[in-house]
């Protein structure tokens, strides 16, 4: 039974490296989304092979009462679906600062982070251009200083976001 199981679970990753990848060697753009406030990240793309790539992305957030800037770098796993079309998943990690100037806060707070990050999403490589459009999720949990430590409500952030790179 083991023998099955293990020969099922290589014929499904064959199956997913045999297609042909459409990965950029560099990708450089911005990714607009919302985790806690409206932010943008400068977001770049390096491939690493033909399955893998690195992605770095250097942002803010900015809410009613909290501003953030952080640095994320994932690894990210991509497979084709159809011509242009990708899908992709990656872990990663990354730092950060935050301050907060909520009402009534005469003393405003601030401090700094370490987040761990999931990653998967969709996106579409045009031909005709040299533009890749993407829609991810990255569901963060963050682990900071101060403000005790974060209280146990904003351990966790859905980061949800649209990308748009050139690809060279």
Do not use: C, H
Not at 141 to 149: C, E, K, T, V, W
């Amino acid at each position: 039974m083991k023998k099955i199981i293990l020969s099922a679970f290589m014929l499904i990753g064959l199956a997913f490296s045999a297609q042909a990848q459409d990965i950029s060697k560099n990708a450089l753009g911005l990714r607009l989304g919302d985790n806690d406030g409206f932010g943008g990240e400068v977001s770049y793309q390096r491939g690493l092979s033909k399955n893998n790539r690195l992605e770095l992305d250097l942002g803010w957030r900015n809410s009613n009462d909290v501003d953030a800037l952080k640095i994320v770098g994932l690894y990210q796993w991509v497979w084709n679906i159809d011509g242009g079309f990708n899908w992709y998943a990656g872990i990663g990690a990354g730092l950060g600062s935050w301050s907060y100037n909520g009402p009534g806060n005469s003393d405003p707070d601030g401090g700094t982070f370490l987040l761990a990050a999931g990653d998967i999403g969709i996106e579409y490589n045009f031909k005709e251009a040299p533009i890749q459009l993407s829609l991810d999720f990255r569901p963060e949990l963050y682990f900071g200083d101060n403000r005790s430590d974060f209280d146990n409500y904003d351990r966790f952030g859905p980061d949800i976001a649209l990308g748009i790179r050139y690809r060279f």
